[in-house]
């Protein structure tokens, strides 16, 4: 089995981060209660970028370590070990999330 995995073209390895389930006070949130949930994922790494036309490169638009706001479906599953991590095209990444 595959130890690690680097991503071709413009595609981009995320690892999803896991949505707080108490609150800051200690009470237990439902799954219901993530109205203002964001879907959002840290980079793991990226692929070189997308070959234009003319034979260029065109590099993604984000680095490895990033946390970044992802769409709500897509992406494609890969599970390396016990861990699950996300392949997406580099188009699909909607933002990069700043503290």
Not at 32 to 38: E, V
Not at 39 to 60: R, Y
């Amino acid at each position: 089995m595959a130890k690690r995995l680097i991503p071709l073209f413009d595609r981009i390895l995320v690892q999803k981060i896991a949505q707080k389930t108490v609150s800051s006070g200690g009470v237990l949130l439902p799954e219901s209660a993530g109205a203002s949930k964001l879907n959002s994922g840290k980079v793991i790494g990226i692929g070189p970028g997308k070959v234009s036309k003319n034979g260029n490169v065109i590099p993604v638009c984000v680095k490895e370590g990033d946390t970044v706001l992802l769409p709500e479906y897509g992406g494609t599953s890969v599970k390396l070990g016990e861990e699950e991590f996300y392949l997406f095209h580099d188009d699909d990444i909607l933002g990069i999330l700043k503290d």
